[in-house]
Nanobody
Framework: QVQLVESGGGLVQPGGSLRLSCAAS????????MGWYRRAPGKQREWVAT???????DYGDSVKGRFTISRDNAKNTVYLQMNSLKSEDTAVYFC???????????????WGQGTQVTVSS
């Protein structure tokens, strides 16, 4: 089993910053891509950013230049530094990870439970 636990969400004023963390635990033979998605009220889930285990990074257009994804492989943790936050960034943020738990099983994608980010004055 694999667990992903997000933290760091909260209420912040427009223009402010927050840093989200997502720690993976359990049967972690290999962790490949790690990423962040978000779901705003009344909207579909939106991809935010992805980081590969080799350090390759990509961002959704709506967050480029404002958000930074990083990972600490020793801690099995992915981070999302969010700067210059806007009201439209308000959403539940979910992390995911592509994890191989066994030599006898291909990697599966696991999701965290989500953390609320609210940008409001």
């Amino acid at each position: 089993q694999v667990q992903l636990v997000e933290s760091g969400g909260g209420l912040v004023q427009p223009g402010g910053s927050l840093r989200l963390s997502c720690a993976a635990s359990g049967s972690l033979l290999n962790i490949y891509d790690m990423g962040w998605y978000r779901r705003a009220p009344g909207k579909q889930r939106e991809w935010v950013a992805t980081i590969t285990n080799g350090g390759g990074i990509d961002y959704g257009d709506s967050v480029k230049g404002r958000f930074t994804i990083s990972r600490d492989n020793a801690k099995n943790t992915v981070y999302l530094q969010m700067n210059s936050l806007k009201s439209e960034d308000t959403a539940v943020y979910f992390c995911n990870a592509q994890v191989r738990t066994s030599f006898f099983r291909a990697a599966d994608v696991y999701w965290g439970q989500g953390t609320q980010v609210t940008v409001s004055s």
